[in-house]
Structure formats: C-alpha cells, structure tokens
C-alpha cells in the first residue's frame, strides 16, 4: 500500500484565488512528520512547510498552510492568493519514526501539477 | 550562493562509462542523502550518510556507489551506466540537530541521459 498519496495528477487555479492539493498518508507510528515541496519547471526541490504529528496547530508559513487533520490522516496544502510563480509541481512527503533507524527516510507522493491561470 | 550544489547539473554519457556525480553543501549538514526522480514515481532514495564514517544504502541502491569524502561532500558514483539510470538525482542535506523538526533540503538536482 502507498504511504503517500495525492489523488490529483493535476490541478488548475486561478490567480489570486486560493487552492488545496490534497494529501493522504499511511502510517502506524505515532511519531512522523509531513511535509511539501515544490518543484518548479527549472526542476529544483523547495522545501514549503513542515508539520509534526505532535503538533497542535497547523503550520503555516506565508501563503501557505497546511489542513492538518490526523484521524483522518489527511495534510491538505492550502495556498492562499494563488499567483502565476506558484505553478509547479508539488509533493507531499512522510518521515516516520523520529527516533530509530527509520528516522531518515522521506517517503514521496506521486505529485500535484498546479497550474496557475491568468 | 546556492546552500546545496550538485555538479555537473545535465550530464549525457554512454551505457558502460562510469560517471560520478557531485555534491557540496554549505548548511553545515552532518546528513546527506542521494535520491533519483523518474517521471510518475516520485523521489526514490538510492544512499543516505549521517556522518563521514557512516554509509548506508537506500531503497534503490543497486548499480551505484557513493563516497563522503567530507562532512560537506557527497558523491554519488554510476560504476557502469545503463540507459534505465536516466534520471533526474537530486542531493540533500539535513541536520540531526533539529530533532524532530528535522527537514531535508535538496539540491538543484543533476538530469542524467544515458545513450
């Protein structure tokens, strides 16, 4: 079974309207974190935002949010005021077990292709 | 300057060269990790090295080999390149000392065709 999935291949927003990439995973450890990057046409990955399975709030950093919803292990992606920059592709990753010899594994959804309209 | 770079960034070699691929890092990262990208499947990690003694082998680790010559330097070896090893690899580091919050930022990523 994945860990990671991410239902929409593609997605189209337009600008400064705001989007949600969705994101399900799969894990019995109580202990993981996600995360999403984004990964322009130029081909580099930038880190976005991290959340904690901890964590009580959800993190947000700028435009971007993540809807973290734990029972239904759900990390939704929310990008306010879309702009025509934020076109790319977008993955949502796993890292299990903090402490352990899992704690360095980034398990990786397929992606979300956003396109942002004009 | 770029915290994480990769060189060379595209790269065309034949089936049977051997070719290696560079990574330095100026984050001060005692963790590095080699993954490969395929179109429709993600990242997949190939090696990852938590100190310069210590090597490990990834998910995907067959056909290459790696070397951490230094705490800021990790190579990432094809011995004998065969065409389904075109891919885009990307470098990244992390850093143990951020606990729980630890994130791994990538490089600028190598494309790689083998002919």
């Known amino acids: 079974a994945q860990k990671i999935t991410q239902t929409q291949p593609g997605m189209f927003v337009q600008e400064k309207e705001a989007v949600t990439l969705d994101c399900t995973y799969d894990?019995?450890?109580?202990?993981?974190?996600l995360f999403w990057y984004k990964q322009p046409s130029s081909g580099e990955m930038i880190f976005l935002i991290y959340?904690?399975?901890?964590?009580?709030q959800n993190a947000t950093e700028g435009r971007y949010s993540l809807n973290f919803q734990k029972a239904r292990k759900s990390a939704n992606l929310v990008i306010s005021a879309s702009q025509l920059g934020d076109s790319a592709m977008y993955f949502c990753a796993m890292r299990e077990s903090y402490s352990g010899a899992g704690s360095y594994q980034l398990t990786f959804g397929k992606g979300t292709k956003l396109s942002v309209i004009p | 300057d770029a915290d994480v770079t990769q060189t060379p960034r595209n790269r065309i070699t034949k089936t049977g060269k051997r070719i290696m691929l560079e990574c330095s890092q100026t984050k001060g990262h005692d963790r590095m990790y080699w993954y490969r990208q395929d179109p429709g499947l993600g990242l997949r990690l190939i090696y990852y090295?938590?100190?310069?003694?210590?090597?490990n082998k990834g998910e995907i680790s067959d056909g290459y080999s790696v070397s951490r010559q230094a705490q800021a330097k990790f190579s990432l070896s094809l011995e004998s390149a065969i065409p389904n090893q075109t891919a885009l690899y990307f470098c990244?580091?992390?850093?143990?000392?951020?606990?729980?919050?630890?994130?791994?930022?990538f490089g600028p990523g190598t494309r790689l065709l083998v002919l």
């Open positions: 990244a580091t992390s850093d143990r000392g951020q606990g729980f919050w630890e994130t791994q930022y």
């Open positions: 894990t019995s450890d109580p202990s993981y974190g």
């Open positions: 090295s938590f100190d310069v003694k210590d090597i």
């Open positions: 959340q904690g399975s901890y964590d009580q």
